[in-house]
């Protein structure tokens, strides 16, 4: 069984994927096209999931966790290229919630 990634070894991990090839990292238009690709076939697969248009017989098999998958190599890439710290970033991004959305929701009872 593999370990836990934190998102820093995640990000090191696609650097060094993406480091062996001479093209290296698309540019941030290029991969802002690619996420919004991603984006929408993992919208196209929780529709065969969860919505009301069934595959195709002859469809490809995909998985929501594959897509989302995707989604996160190419957001990894996207933070990579513009030297961006996603680990950084995120407990930045969580300390917004927790503090301008601390009564936004409902909490549940404890």
């Not at 991990?13 to 238009?29: A, N, W």
Request: charged share 35%.
């Amino acid at each position: 069984m593999k370990k836990d990634l934190t998102i820093r070894e995640m990000q090191q991990q696609v650097d060094e994927y993406i480091s062996q090839f001479k093209e290296g990292y698309f540019s941030p238009l290029a991969l802002m096209a690619r996420l919004t690709e991603e984006a929408g076939e993992l919208a196209r697969e929780i529709n065969h999931y969860y919505g009301e248009k069934p595959k195709r017989k002859d469809e490809e098999e995909n998985s929501i966790d594959m897509e989302l998958a995707d989604c996160m190599f190419i957001l990894t890439c996207f933070a990579n290229s513009l030297d961006i710290d996603l680990e950084k970033a995120f407990h930045a991004m969580m300390h917004k919630f927790n503090t301008r959305d601390a009564n936004r929701w409902t909490r549940k009872e404890e």
